[in-house]
């Protein structure tokens, strides 16, 4: 089941959702993009029993084997271009949210080595899980069954990027963030823009943790 699928959200249904399509050229680029995911599920005897009307935080919680989500999903931000003849690639945050690896991060803190030096080998070994907690993800996009990708030498062109075209549409949204217990941020975020001659997409994760930083694309 999708986000899109998603059924039962009353209280949901009511809030703004922003959506915008821009065609050129054949192509179609369009987005939606609406609040951020609920903490608490109001449904939780339906959604045992009808998963296939579960709630969008149920849905994120089963599909992602992850100790926790992130303090800021949005769940409805995705952004689809569809290609003239058909193919599509679709970014969407729990796609993204599937790509973070469930296992131990050798990332550390400035303070953990006091912190489990405080706390008994038992303790430790039922409270902590492996788990990416920076929720770093290597997610490329979404693609349609009928897209294919093959491998190729050709770079992005920078200079056609540093001109000065005209932008005909543009749109920056966020996926998920989290602020990493007070310890830095981790965000991702998707942009695109779209020239008379091209478009550029940008699929960015952000990392920042106690004086080290990082920038995936």
Not at 73 to 84: G, K, S, Y
Not at 124 to 130: A, D, G, R, S
Not at 194 to 202: A, K, R
Request: with cysteine; glycine share 4%.
């Amino acid at each position: 089941m999708s986000v899109n699928s998603v059924k039962g959200e009353v209280d949901v249904q009511r809030l703004p959702t922003d959506a915008e399509e821009y065609s050129y050229c054949g192509w179609l680029f369009k987005y939606t993009k609406s609040h951020i995911l609920h903490s608490l599920c109001t449904t939780s005897e339906q959604c045992k029993t009808h998963p296939e009307s579960q709630c969008l935080l149920c849905l994120f919680t089963n599909c992602l084997n992850l100790p926790h989500l992130p303090e800021m999903v949005f769940p409805r931000n995705i952004l689809t271009i569809i290609h003239p003849n058909g193919g599509k690639i679709e970014f969407n945050t729990l796609d993204a949210l599937k790509k973070v690896c469930n296992g131990k991060l050798s990332l550390q803190v400035a303070c953990s080595q006091e912190w489990q030096e405080s706390r008994s080998s038992e303790h430790l070994e039922q409270k902590i899980k492996p788990f990416d907690w920076t929720f770093s993800t290597d997610y490329r996009g979404t693609l349609s069954q009928d897209a294919v990708v093959q491998s190729t030498e050709d770079k992005i062109d920078i200079e056609m990027l540093k001109r000065k075209d005209k932008i005909l549409f543009y749109h920056e949204m966020m996926l998920y963030e989290d602020e990493l217990h007070d310890n830095g941020i981790s965000s991702c975020t998707i942009k695109i823009r779209v020239m008379p001659s091209s478009f550029f997409i940008l699929h960015r994760f952000f990392l920042r943790v106690d004086g080290v930083m990082g920038i995936y694309k």
